[in-house]
């Protein structure tokens, strides 16, 4: 059976998606969510419709829940303004606030779109700058962290993560690392750093760091383990250095292992102006 709520909404084009019929915002389909919104000052409800609201929202609730103090605090506080409402002759304004009465809204958490969809976006910032995994955002420990922080927050699914949120991160993150290598290949004091290792089945991976002066990782190449060799390391990183103009990079960082130290000789015959520099931690 639909849920009352669903009376004061309309769904949009997306059934993910619905339309409160009273302020005219789109708003997420959880039900939940729905009644928050339309029981809180955002919303343009009636006080019959947001106090119908609240009462379902009370309904609802787990003993074991976080808001339980604060719903049976807003459960008194709705009696008190109905009981003053009937002694007044029905006289109370629609929000409670011309007599005086604490509203709905002080007792209900919500969120705004905007807020939420900033919530998202830096919820997805920190999953693509760290390389998190997307069972993150089902991890039922951080939802209840996020709970205690604002109840009215869920964490997006895996599917907005995948299909939207995070590829809005990587053209965020695109338009901050784009201007800080143009401005170093304009300035000529590119810094290549590279590290390459073996995993447990011998492949090959290497990592590309470029300083600009701030370090910024440009990518990860797998190798199978017969290229793993001191020619074809210098080939993979001589196609790097090409396609950023060598006069544009000054120095080149990495280990001090043998194939590496090989790799430097053939970088001082090709580009005469390049300064190797071994690795600190390596050193």
């Not at 074991?64 to 409402?85: C, F, I, P, W, Y």
């Not at 420990?141 to 907005?160: M, R, V, W």
């Not at 290549?192 to 701030?214: H, Y």
Request: glycine share 4%; with cysteine.
């Amino acid at each position: 059976m639909s849920d009352p709520v669903r009376a004061y909404t309309t769904v949009c084009s997306d059934p993910k998606r619905t339309v409160c019929n009273f302020c005219k915002k789109q708003l997420s389909s959880n039900v939940t969510y729905l009644k928050r919104h339309i029981a809180s000052s955002v919303c343009t409800a009636p006080h019959d419709v947001k106090r119908k609201m609240a009462d379902r929202l009370l309904a609802g609730q787990h003993k074991a829940s976080v808001d339980t103090n604060r719903m049976q605090r807003l459960k008194r506080k709705l009696d008190e303004a109905a009981g003053d409402g009937e002694s007044a002759g029905g006289k109370q304004s629609a929000t409670g606030a011309a007599m005086g009465q604490p509203t709905v809204d002080s007792y209900v958490t919500v969120m705004s779109e905007q807020e939420r969809d900033t919530a998202d976006e830096l919820f997805s910032r920190w999953v693509y700058r760290e390389a998190l995994p997307f069972r993150l955002a089902e991890s039922a420990n951080l939802q209840t962290f996020l709970t205690k922080l604002n109840p009215a927050y869920k964490l997006p699914s895996k599917h907005s993560m995948a299909n939207r949120l995070l590829k809005n991160a990587f053209v965020a993150q695109t338009a901050v690392v784009e201007p800080l290598v143009r401005q170093s290949k304009e300035q000529g004091n590119l810094v290549i750093g590279g590290d390459q290792w073996s995993d447990a089945n011998l492949t090959s991976i290497n990592n590309i760091v470029l300083f600009t002066p701030f370090p910024v990782y440009m990518e990860t190449a797998v190798w199978a383990e017969e290229r793993h060799t001191a020619d074809n390391t210098t080939a993979f990183y001589v196609k790097r250095i090409e396609n950023l103009c060598p006069r544009n990079v000054f120095a080149f960082v990495s280990d001090t292992e043998n194939k590496m130290q090989a790799v430097w000789a053939s970088f001082q015959l090709k580009y005469p102006w390049l300064v190797v520099i071994p690795c600190a931690s390596h050193c």
